[in-house]
Protein backbone atom coordinates (compact mmCIF):
# COMPACT_ATOMS: atom_id res chain seq x y z
CA UNK A 1 0.00 0.00 0.00
CA UNK A 2 0.95 3.63 -0.60
CA UNK A 3 2.84 5.10 2.43
CA UNK A 4 0.62 7.72 4.53
CA UNK A 5 0.14 10.80 1.79
CA UNK A 6 2.02 14.00 2.33
CA UNK A 7 2.36 17.27 0.50
CA UNK A 8 4.80 16.58 -2.26
CA UNK A 9 5.04 20.16 -2.11
CA UNK A 10 6.89 20.15 1.34
CA UNK A 11 9.21 17.07 -0.23
CA UNK A 12 10.32 18.49 -3.15
CA UNK A 13 11.15 21.38 -0.93
CA UNK A 14 13.03 19.20 1.60
CA UNK A 15 14.46 17.58 -1.59
CA UNK A 16 14.51 14.09 -0.61
CA UNK A 17 13.32 12.45 -1.92
CA UNK A 18 14.59 13.99 -4.83
CA UNK A 19 11.79 15.04 -7.14
CA UNK A 20 12.59 16.55 -10.75
CA UNK A 21 11.48 20.00 -11.33
CA UNK A 22 8.05 20.01 -13.35
CA UNK A 23 6.16 22.52 -14.97
CA UNK A 24 2.47 22.28 -14.52
CA UNK A 25 1.81 22.16 -18.07
CA UNK A 26 -1.81 24.25 -19.31
CA UNK A 27 -3.73 21.03 -19.94
CA UNK A 28 -3.09 19.77 -16.49
CA UNK A 29 -4.41 22.54 -14.96
CA UNK A 30 -7.26 22.79 -17.52
CA UNK A 31 -7.98 19.48 -16.85
CA UNK A 32 -8.35 19.94 -13.18
CA UNK A 33 -10.65 23.16 -13.63
CA UNK A 34 -12.27 21.21 -16.01
CA UNK A 35 -12.70 18.32 -13.45
CA UNK A 36 -13.68 20.68 -10.68
CA UNK A 37 -16.47 22.27 -12.76
CA UNK A 38 -18.97 19.57 -12.13
CA UNK A 39 -18.55 19.49 -8.86
CA UNK A 40 -20.36 20.54 -5.72
CA UNK A 41 -18.55 21.93 -3.24
CA UNK A 42 -18.41 19.06 -0.69
CA UNK A 43 -16.84 17.00 -3.51
CA UNK A 44 -13.67 17.89 -3.53
CA UNK A 45 -10.98 16.73 -6.22
CA UNK A 46 -8.44 14.64 -4.05
CA UNK A 47 -4.57 14.13 -4.75
CA UNK A 48 -1.98 12.45 -2.64
CA UNK A 49 -1.67 14.67 -0.16
CA UNK A 50 -3.85 17.73 -0.29
CA UNK A 51 -7.62 17.82 -2.18
CA UNK A 52 -8.99 20.83 -4.34
CA UNK A 53 -12.45 21.71 -4.36
CA UNK A 54 -15.20 24.57 -5.12
CA UNK A 55 -15.43 27.12 -2.48
CA UNK A 56 -18.52 28.23 -0.44
CA UNK A 57 -19.60 30.95 -2.10
CA UNK A 58 -19.49 34.36 -0.34
CA UNK A 59 -15.73 33.79 1.54
CA UNK A 60 -13.36 36.33 1.11
CA UNK A 61 -9.91 34.91 -0.37
CA UNK A 62 -6.85 35.01 1.84
CA UNK A 63 -5.74 38.35 0.19
CA UNK A 64 -8.37 40.18 1.12
CA UNK A 65 -9.71 40.17 -3.07
CA UNK A 66 -12.83 39.49 -3.88
CA UNK A 67 -14.22 36.03 -3.36
CA UNK A 68 -12.36 33.69 -5.42
CA UNK A 69 -14.44 30.18 -6.07
CA UNK A 70 -11.53 27.65 -5.25
CA UNK A 71 -10.04 26.16 -2.01
CA UNK A 72 -7.09 24.28 -1.41
CA UNK A 73 -6.94 21.57 1.99
CA UNK A 74 -3.12 20.11 2.39
CA UNK A 75 -3.36 17.10 4.56
CA UNK A 76 -0.94 18.61 7.12
CA UNK A 77 -1.38 22.46 6.59
CA UNK A 78 -4.34 25.03 7.23
CA UNK A 79 -7.24 25.08 4.67
CA UNK A 80 -6.42 28.10 1.93
CA UNK A 81 -10.15 29.53 0.73
CA UNK A 82 -11.14 32.15 -1.78
CA UNK A 83 -8.10 31.30 -4.28
CA UNK A 84 -9.20 32.53 -7.64
CA UNK A 85 -8.31 30.46 -10.71
CA UNK A 86 -4.78 32.11 -10.67
CA UNK A 87 -4.10 31.42 -7.03
CA UNK A 88 -4.78 28.00 -7.75
CA UNK A 89 -3.03 27.55 -10.40
CA UNK A 90 0.06 28.56 -8.39
CA UNK A 91 -0.71 26.58 -5.60
CA UNK A 92 -0.90 23.63 -7.82
CA UNK A 93 2.07 24.80 -9.76
CA UNK A 94 3.58 24.37 -6.40
CA UNK A 95 2.84 20.72 -6.45
CA UNK A 96 2.98 20.22 -10.03
CA UNK A 97 4.57 16.57 -9.60
CA UNK A 98 1.46 15.11 -7.94
CA UNK A 99 -0.91 17.41 -10.32
CA UNK A 100 0.93 15.72 -13.63
CA UNK A 101 0.34 11.98 -12.24
CA UNK A 102 -2.85 12.69 -11.38
CA UNK A 103 -3.35 14.07 -14.85
CA UNK A 104 -0.98 11.09 -16.30
CA UNK A 105 -3.17 8.51 -15.19
CA UNK A 106 -6.94 10.34 -14.90
CA UNK A 107 -6.60 11.69 -18.32
CA UNK A 108 -4.07 10.70 -20.06
CA UNK A 109 -4.31 6.92 -19.86
CA UNK A 110 -8.06 7.45 -18.54
CA UNK A 111 -10.55 4.22 -17.72
CA UNK A 112 -9.95 2.15 -15.38
CA UNK A 113 -8.99 -1.76 -16.95
CA UNK A 114 -5.25 -3.32 -17.73
CA UNK A 115 -3.87 -0.99 -19.39
CA UNK A 116 -4.20 1.57 -16.84
CA UNK A 117 -3.38 -1.24 -14.44
CA UNK A 118 -0.38 -2.63 -16.04
CA UNK A 119 1.24 1.70 -16.60
CA UNK A 120 0.74 1.91 -12.57
CA UNK A 121 2.14 -1.22 -12.20
CA UNK A 122 5.57 0.05 -14.15
CA UNK A 123 6.42 1.93 -11.75
CA UNK A 124 4.72 0.94 -8.59
CA UNK A 125 1.87 3.81 -8.41
CA UNK A 126 -0.19 1.86 -6.35
CA UNK A 127 2.87 1.73 -3.57
CA UNK A 128 5.44 4.42 -4.11
CA UNK A 129 4.64 7.92 -3.32
CA UNK A 130 4.75 10.29 -6.44
CA UNK A 131 7.58 11.89 -4.73
CA UNK A 132 9.46 8.94 -5.15
CA UNK A 133 7.89 7.48 -8.16
CA UNK A 134 8.99 11.00 -9.95
CA UNK A 135 12.88 10.49 -8.43
CA UNK A 136 12.82 6.99 -9.49
CA UNK A 137 11.21 8.09 -12.83
CA UNK A 138 14.16 10.65 -13.30
CA UNK A 139 16.59 8.26 -13.07
CA UNK A 140 14.54 5.95 -15.24
CA UNK A 141 12.62 2.94 -13.64
CA UNK A 142 12.92 -0.36 -15.65
CA UNK A 143 10.73 -3.77 -15.70
CA UNK A 144 11.13 -7.17 -17.25
CA UNK A 145 8.02 -8.89 -19.22
CA UNK A 146 8.58 -11.53 -21.27
CA UNK A 147 11.49 -11.14 -22.82
CA UNK A 148 11.23 -7.33 -22.55
CA UNK A 149 12.83 -4.30 -21.15
CA UNK A 150 10.31 -1.55 -20.35
CA UNK A 151 12.16 1.85 -19.27
CA UNK A 152 9.77 4.34 -18.11
CA UNK A 153 10.62 7.94 -17.50
CA UNK A 154 9.53 11.02 -17.15
CA UNK A 155 9.46 14.60 -19.20
CA UNK A 156 10.00 18.29 -17.06
CA UNK A 157 6.18 18.11 -17.88
CA UNK A 158 5.28 15.13 -15.77
CA UNK A 159 4.34 13.37 -19.19
CA UNK A 160 5.58 9.63 -19.69
CA UNK A 161 7.80 7.96 -21.62
CA UNK A 162 8.82 4.46 -22.46
CA UNK A 163 11.92 2.70 -24.04
CA UNK A 164 10.88 -0.76 -24.87
CA UNK A 165 13.52 -2.96 -26.41
CA UNK A 166 14.71 -6.89 -25.76
CA UNK A 167 15.93 -7.34 -22.66
CA UNK A 168 19.44 -8.79 -24.10
CA UNK A 169 20.11 -5.13 -25.31
CA UNK A 170 19.25 -3.59 -22.40
CA UNK A 171 22.03 -0.58 -22.53
CA UNK A 172 22.79 -0.92 -26.06
CA UNK A 173 22.57 2.53 -27.44
CA UNK A 174 19.67 3.56 -29.42
CA UNK A 175 21.64 4.47 -32.47
CA UNK A 176 22.68 0.70 -32.71
CA UNK A 177 19.37 -0.67 -32.51
CA UNK A 178 16.68 -0.34 -35.32
CA UNK A 179 14.39 2.51 -34.04
CA UNK A 180 10.53 2.29 -34.44
CA UNK A 181 7.75 4.94 -33.20
CA UNK A 182 4.52 2.38 -34.28
CA UNK A 183 3.75 -0.22 -32.37
CA UNK A 184 2.28 -2.01 -35.10
CA UNK A 185 5.96 -2.45 -36.52
CA UNK A 186 6.33 -5.17 -33.84
CA UNK A 187 3.67 -7.69 -35.59
CA UNK A 188 6.74 -7.88 -37.89
CA UNK A 189 9.44 -7.97 -35.07
CA UNK A 190 7.70 -11.05 -33.56
CA UNK A 191 6.81 -13.28 -36.73
CA UNK A 192 10.31 -14.73 -36.70
CA UNK A 193 13.47 -15.80 -34.29
CA UNK A 194 17.27 -15.19 -34.58
CA UNK A 195 17.58 -17.96 -37.05
CA UNK A 196 14.50 -16.35 -39.03
CA UNK A 197 12.36 -19.30 -38.04
CA UNK A 198 8.36 -18.90 -37.89
CA UNK A 199 7.33 -18.49 -34.30
CA UNK A 200 4.02 -20.08 -33.68
CA UNK A 201 3.84 -19.43 -29.83
CA UNK A 202 4.23 -15.32 -29.49
CA UNK A 203 5.07 -16.12 -25.75
CA UNK A 204 8.17 -18.91 -26.30
CA UNK A 205 11.10 -16.80 -25.41
CA UNK A 206 12.29 -16.99 -28.91
CA UNK A 207 11.95 -13.09 -29.63
CA UNK A 208 14.88 -11.70 -31.48
CA UNK A 209 16.24 -8.45 -30.39
CA UNK A 210 18.38 -5.56 -32.42
CA UNK A 211 15.03 -3.54 -31.81
CA UNK A 212 13.69 -0.88 -29.77
CA UNK A 213 10.49 1.67 -29.29
CA UNK A 214 12.91 4.30 -27.23
CA UNK A 215 10.28 7.36 -27.31
CA UNK A 216 7.09 6.30 -26.67
CA UNK A 217 3.60 7.56 -24.96
CA UNK A 218 1.94 5.76 -22.47
CA UNK A 219 -1.34 4.36 -24.53
CA UNK A 220 1.50 3.52 -27.57
CA UNK A 221 3.41 1.71 -24.49
CA UNK A 222 0.81 -0.95 -23.88
CA UNK A 223 0.04 -1.50 -27.51
CA UNK A 224 3.28 -2.60 -28.41
CA UNK A 225 3.20 -5.07 -25.00
CA UNK A 226 0.34 -5.70 -26.28
CA UNK A 227 0.79 -6.46 -29.93
CA UNK A 228 4.13 -9.10 -28.75
CA UNK A 229 2.44 -10.42 -25.95
CA UNK A 230 -1.06 -10.88 -26.88
CA UNK A 231 -3.79 -10.82 -23.64
CA UNK A 232 -1.15 -11.15 -21.48
CA UNK A 233 -1.86 -8.14 -20.32
CA UNK A 234 -5.07 -8.56 -19.80
CA UNK A 235 -5.13 -12.15 -18.23
CA UNK A 236 -2.33 -10.40 -15.60
CA UNK A 237 -5.13 -8.09 -14.80
CA UNK A 238 -7.78 -10.44 -14.37
CA UNK A 239 -5.69 -12.70 -11.91
CA UNK A 240 -5.13 -9.00 -9.48
CA UNK A 241 -8.89 -8.79 -9.52
CA UNK A 242 -9.22 -12.25 -9.02
CA UNK A 243 -11.21 -12.78 -11.57
CA UNK A 244 -8.93 -15.26 -14.30
CA UNK A 245 -11.49 -17.67 -15.96
CA UNK A 246 -9.23 -20.66 -16.82
CA UNK A 247 -10.62 -23.36 -18.81
CA UNK A 248 -9.01 -27.17 -17.72
CA UNK A 249 -7.48 -29.54 -20.00
CA UNK A 250 -10.86 -31.28 -20.00
CA UNK A 251 -12.92 -28.97 -20.73
CA UNK A 252 -10.86 -27.45 -23.53
CA UNK A 253 -10.61 -31.45 -25.40
CA UNK A 254 -14.51 -31.56 -24.70
CA UNK A 255 -14.89 -28.45 -27.19
CA UNK A 256 -12.31 -30.08 -29.78
CA UNK A 257 -14.66 -31.52 -32.12
CA UNK A 258 -13.47 -33.62 -35.56
CA UNK A 259 -9.96 -34.59 -35.21
CA UNK A 260 -9.16 -33.28 -32.17
CA UNK A 261 -11.48 -35.01 -30.85
CA UNK A 262 -8.45 -38.00 -30.95
CA UNK A 263 -7.14 -36.06 -27.89
CA UNK A 264 -9.53 -37.00 -25.79
CA UNK A 265 -8.44 -41.01 -25.94
CA UNK A 266 -5.89 -39.75 -23.39
CA UNK A 267 -8.74 -39.20 -20.95
CA UNK A 268 -8.92 -42.79 -20.53
CA UNK A 269 -7.39 -44.57 -17.63
CA UNK A 270 -4.06 -43.02 -18.32
CA UNK A 271 -3.46 -41.21 -14.48
CA UNK A 272 -3.43 -38.25 -16.96
CA UNK A 273 0.31 -39.03 -17.55
CA UNK A 274 0.23 -38.18 -20.94
CA UNK A 275 -1.20 -34.33 -20.33
CA UNK A 276 1.39 -34.10 -17.60
CA UNK A 277 4.22 -35.06 -20.40
CA UNK A 278 2.51 -32.41 -22.68
CA UNK A 279 2.35 -29.65 -20.36
CA UNK A 280 6.24 -30.54 -19.17
CA UNK A 281 7.39 -30.64 -22.86
CA UNK A 282 5.60 -27.65 -23.61
CA UNK A 283 4.69 -25.30 -20.82
CA UNK A 284 8.04 -25.35 -19.14
CA UNK A 285 9.48 -21.74 -18.92
CA UNK A 286 12.36 -22.77 -21.04
CA UNK A 287 9.53 -23.15 -23.63
CA UNK A 288 6.86 -20.96 -22.40
CA UNK A 289 6.51 -17.56 -20.84
CA UNK A 290 3.11 -18.18 -19.60
CA UNK A 291 2.75 -19.74 -15.83
CA UNK A 292 0.38 -22.65 -16.55
CA UNK A 293 -2.74 -21.85 -14.73
CA UNK A 294 -4.59 -24.62 -15.86
CA UNK A 295 -4.72 -28.39 -14.88
CA UNK A 296 -6.31 -31.94 -15.60
CA UNK A 297 -9.66 -30.53 -14.52
CA UNK A 298 -10.97 -28.33 -11.51
CA UNK A 299 -10.29 -31.19 -9.40
CA UNK A 300 -7.20 -33.03 -10.79
CA UNK A 301 -4.06 -30.50 -10.44
CA UNK A 302 -0.93 -32.12 -13.40
CA UNK A 303 1.92 -33.04 -11.58
CA UNK A 304 4.16 -30.72 -12.94
CA UNK A 305 5.17 -26.96 -12.00
CA UNK A 306 3.55 -24.73 -13.93
CA UNK A 307 5.95 -21.81 -14.27
CA UNK A 308 7.20 -19.03 -12.69
CA UNK A 309 5.85 -16.03 -15.83
CA UNK A 310 4.89 -12.78 -14.70
CA UNK A 311 1.55 -13.41 -16.67
CA UNK A 312 -0.50 -16.17 -16.78
CA UNK A 313 -1.69 -19.05 -19.21
CA UNK A 314 -5.48 -19.83 -18.52
CA UNK A 315 -6.47 -22.06 -21.14
CA UNK A 316 -4.57 -24.72 -23.26
CA UNK A 317 -3.22 -22.96 -26.51
CA UNK A 318 -3.42 -24.07 -30.12
CA UNK A 319 -0.15 -24.81 -30.05
CA UNK A 320 -0.71 -27.54 -27.44
CA UNK A 321 -3.71 -28.89 -28.66
CA UNK A 322 -2.02 -29.17 -31.85
CA UNK A 323 0.72 -30.89 -30.49
CA UNK A 324 -1.17 -33.15 -28.22
CA UNK A 325 -3.20 -34.23 -31.09
CA UNK A 326 -0.37 -35.32 -32.84
CA UNK A 327 1.18 -37.18 -30.29
CA UNK A 328 -2.14 -39.10 -29.75
CA UNK A 329 -1.43 -40.71 -33.13
CA UNK A 330 1.50 -41.69 -32.05
CA UNK A 331 0.80 -42.81 -28.53
CA UNK A 332 -1.78 -44.77 -29.74
CA UNK A 333 1.26 -47.66 -31.15
CA UNK A 334 1.90 -50.05 -29.24
CA UNK A 335 5.25 -50.66 -27.39
CA UNK A 336 7.25 -53.30 -28.56
CA UNK A 337 10.80 -54.58 -27.65
CA UNK A 338 13.92 -54.58 -30.10
CA UNK A 339 17.30 -55.55 -28.74
CA UNK A 340 20.17 -53.37 -29.90
CA UNK A 341 23.90 -53.44 -28.61
CA UNK A 342 25.06 -50.67 -26.63
CA UNK A 343 27.88 -49.37 -24.72
CA UNK A 344 27.18 -47.95 -21.61
CA UNK A 345 28.46 -44.88 -23.19
CA UNK A 346 26.53 -45.42 -26.28
CA UNK A 347 23.70 -45.46 -24.20
CA UNK A 348 24.32 -42.57 -22.14
CA UNK A 349 25.07 -40.82 -25.34
CA UNK A 350 21.52 -41.24 -26.96
CA UNK A 351 20.21 -40.05 -23.50
CA UNK A 352 22.89 -36.82 -24.13
CA UNK A 353 21.41 -36.84 -27.75
CA UNK A 354 17.53 -36.47 -26.36
CA UNK A 355 18.67 -34.35 -23.71
CA UNK A 356 20.54 -31.45 -26.05
CA UNK A 357 17.38 -31.71 -28.67
CA UNK A 358 14.92 -31.27 -25.83
CA UNK A 359 16.87 -28.44 -24.21
CA UNK A 360 17.50 -26.77 -27.89
CA UNK A 361 21.22 -26.49 -26.62
CA UNK A 362 22.59 -28.46 -30.17
CA UNK A 363 24.09 -24.92 -31.35
CA UNK A 364 25.85 -24.96 -27.95
CA UNK A 365 28.04 -27.68 -28.52
CA UNK A 366 31.39 -26.99 -29.90
CA UNK A 367 32.69 -29.11 -32.73
CA UNK A 368 35.32 -29.75 -31.04
CA UNK A 369 34.02 -30.75 -27.83
CA UNK A 370 34.03 -34.89 -28.76
CA UNK A 371 33.54 -35.32 -24.90
CA UNK A 372 29.97 -34.19 -25.54
CA UNK A 373 27.38 -36.89 -26.22
CA UNK A 374 25.64 -34.67 -28.70
CA UNK A 375 28.77 -33.59 -30.11
CA UNK A 376 28.38 -33.83 -34.21
CA UNK A 377 31.03 -35.77 -35.12
CA UNK A 378 30.79 -37.77 -31.91
CA UNK A 379 26.82 -38.57 -33.01
CA UNK A 380 28.25 -39.15 -36.76
CA UNK A 381 30.62 -41.92 -35.17
CA UNK A 382 27.61 -43.32 -33.61
CA UNK A 383 25.52 -43.36 -36.74
CA UNK A 384 28.20 -44.51 -39.00
CA UNK A 385 29.09 -47.62 -36.11
CA UNK A 386 25.46 -48.43 -35.60
CA UNK A 387 23.39 -47.86 -38.67
CA UNK A 388 22.93 -50.43 -41.96
CA UNK A 389 22.62 -48.63 -44.64
CA UNK A 390 18.69 -48.58 -44.49
CA UNK A 391 19.46 -46.41 -41.67
CA UNK A 392 17.71 -49.27 -38.84
CA UNK A 393 19.64 -48.56 -35.92
CA UNK A 394 21.47 -51.74 -34.41
CA UNK A 395 20.47 -53.31 -38.07
CA UNK A 396 17.06 -53.39 -36.84
CA UNK A 397 14.10 -53.24 -38.85
CA UNK A 398 11.47 -50.87 -37.43
CA UNK A 399 9.04 -53.46 -38.68
CA UNK A 400 9.30 -57.16 -38.09
CA UNK A 401 9.26 -59.44 -41.36
CA UNK A 402 5.82 -61.13 -40.50
CA UNK A 403 4.56 -57.32 -40.04
CA UNK A 404 6.01 -56.13 -43.52
CA UNK A 405 4.31 -59.44 -44.96
CA UNK A 406 0.62 -58.38 -43.67
S1 LIG B 1 -0.69 -23.82 -23.04
FE1 LIG B 1 1.42 -23.96 -22.31
S2 LIG B 1 2.63 -23.45 -24.14
FE2 LIG B 1 0.55 -22.76 -24.54
S3 LIG B 1 0.52 -20.61 -23.92
FE3 LIG B 1 -0.15 -21.83 -22.14
S4 LIG B 1 1.68 -22.21 -20.93
FE4 LIG B 1 2.32 -21.54 -22.97
Given amino acids: MAEPASDPADSARDG ?36 VGRD ?62 FLRWLEDADGATVATRYAALAEGIERAWGELRITATITDRGERRYDVRHADD ?132 LDVDGGDGVFPCREPCSVVVSAARKWTRLESEQPRTYEFDLTPSEKEQVEAIIDAVADGQIDEIREADTKEGANRYRTRFLRAKLFDEDGNLGGVPTESDEEDEE
Fill in 170 to 301: AGVPVDDLDAYDDPLDARELVKLDEKGRYRPLKTAPSLAGGWVFPDLGARDAYELVETIYPATVANWHREREGELDVTHWRETMERQSGIYGVVKTWDRGEGHEHVNWVAEACCDDSQCLKRREWQYDDETD
Fill in 56 to 117: DAGEDSDDGDAAGEYRLDPADGDRRTGLSERDLHEALDDRAPTVTDWYAFERVVGEFGPRRA
Fill in 16 to 51: DPEVPDIDLPSDAFDAVLDALAGRDPGEPLRFEGFS
